[in-house]
Structures are given as C-alpha cells and as structure tokens.
C-alpha cells in the first residue's frame, strides 16, 4: 500500500478514540474522525491539529448514534468522499444510563449506540471496505463482555434494567460480530476485538476507580487499525496480546442468531445505500 490509507475512527472526539486518531495520522494514515456533534467535532479537530498532525489528512464526521438515521447519512457521506476503505474501527460506546431510555428507534440506549449502530454501520460500508486490500474492521470491546449474555428475549430491557448487565451484553454482541465478519462476510476480509484496558476516561466510572493513561489504551487500538500490522482475523485481543474470547463470542449457532436478528433490528435489508 503506497498511499495514505483511510481510516474511519468511531468515537474519535475523545478518549481512547482522540488519542487513537492522533496516533494514526502519526503513522500517515488518513483518519476520517467521527464525533457526535459538531461542536465536539470541531473542539477535538483543533486540538489534533495543535498537537502536530497533518490537518490535509483529518477528515471529520459527524452523527449521533442513537438515532441510526444518522448512521446510515455518515455510511453515505463516507461512501461518497471516500469510495474505498481501508479500515474501520468501531470505537464509539457509552457505558449506559443508570434509568432505561429507549432511542427513537425503540432499541435501549446501551444496545443501540455500543452495538446496533456499529453493525449497521459496518454493513453499510462493506462495498467501500471490499474495495480495499485490507478491508478490516477493530471493533473495541472490553473484558466485561465475558460477564455478559444476549438477552434474547428482551435484548431491550423492558424488564429488570441493570446498567452493567446493559453495557456487558453491548460488548458481547460486538465480539460476536467479529466472529461473524471474519466468518459469514467475505467483503470484509479481517475483523478483531480489542480490550483495550482499564482506562482513564470518562467512562471509567461506570466500572472501575482507576485507570491507566488514555494513551495505554489507545496504543492497542491504533496497532490493530494499522494496515500495516498483521493481526489474527477473528482474534480477541486484550490489550496487545491475542487472549480467549467468552465462548458466546464464539458460538456458530447464537453468533448466526445474533447477525439475522441484528438485521431485523436495524430494517438492514431496507437500508440499502
């Protein structure tokens, strides 16, 4: 690969996604940096650029991931400034409010934004990723997703809302879409997961006290974004190294069941570009 490589950064406004952004473009990539407002968008793309980068190759984006009429117009903006993908990492995520609240769509807040939103997000880039030589998809999970179970009968929560039950099953779902993409999608030729660490961010307290530096965690996440650096298609990754998934992350049948009800969910078959 001799020209910069794109790269499309969910969540890149701050955290582990700001630091992620600044270290690709460091490497040369082209970055197109998705935020959820404009506001955060332009405050984030003015302290990347103070910090050295090369402002010709920020790109930003902006949409709201609880509405997903707003993902599918970022899929198409994408796609029509950027006909070819190499990389998409789906790093935007919340740790869930402590009171269900369901998104315009009807879906839980959790699900949607941590799950539904990344999938149908990625299923609408596929063209653009097969275009690619790499075409990969990061998917940044976390090792709470070993503590998690798809709710199948209530993946919303309309009964007994629990914020961290929530955030579990949104980061299982999202490693059993890697196992699905690296398995079910020949358009998309490599996906991994990635724990990126306990990490000082403003997630932090929905799960822990302390963390390491935002820049721990995002070391893991860029390596793996790299489309330079070799990774294990369908691998779990904690931090640097390949570690097990939860044996749900893994399992043909619920991961099959996962990606058909996924589907319905997001009207996927609807929501052609």
């Not at 793309?45 to 949409?63: C, E, N, Q």
């Not at 059993?176 to 358009?187: D, Y």
């Amino acid at each position: 690969m001799n020209e910069s490589p794109t790269v499309l950064l969910t969540g890149a406004s701050d955290g582990i996604g700001f630091e992620t952004a600044r270290l690709l473009l460091a490497e040369g990539c082209t970055v197109i940096a998705h935020a959820r407002t404009r506001e955060e968008s332009d405050e984030s793309g003015a302290r990347l650029v103070k910090s050295g980068v090369d402002a010709r190759r920020l790109r930003p984006v902006v949409a709201d991931f609880t509405d997903l009429r707003q993902v599918i117009d970022l899929a198409v903006a994408v796609t029509e400034s950027c006909p070819r993908l190499d990389v998409l990492v789906n790093n935007a995520g919340i740790t869930g409010p402590h009171g269900r609240v369901l998104t315009k769509d009807g879906h839980e807040q959790t699900v949607q934004v941590n799950y539904l939103a990344p999938y149908l997000l990625t299923r609408l880039l596929e063209d653009a990723l097969d275009r690619s030589e790499v075409s990969r998809v990061v998917n940044v999970s976390s090792s709470l997703h070993r503590g998690g179970r798809i709710n199948w009968n209530d993946l919303n929560w309309k009964r007994r809302y629990n914020r961290g039950a929530a955030y579990a099953q949104s980061k299982l779902a999202l490693t059993m879409m890697t196992t699905a993409l690296s398995e079910f999608r020949p358009k998309v030729r490599q996906a991994v997961s990635v724990h990126p660490g306990i990490i000082a961010t403003g997630m932090l307290p929905g799960y822990s006290y302390r963390g390491r530096p935002v820049v721990e965690g995002a070391e893991p996440v860029a390596r793996l974004a790299n489309p330079w650096a070799k990774v294990l298609n369908g691998g779990y990754y904690d931090g640097r190294l390949p570690a097990k998934a939860a044996a749900a992350a893994v399992d043909p049948v619920d991961v099959r069941k996962l990606w058909s009800l996924s589907e319905r969910l997001t009207l996927f078959d609807k929501r052609q570009l």
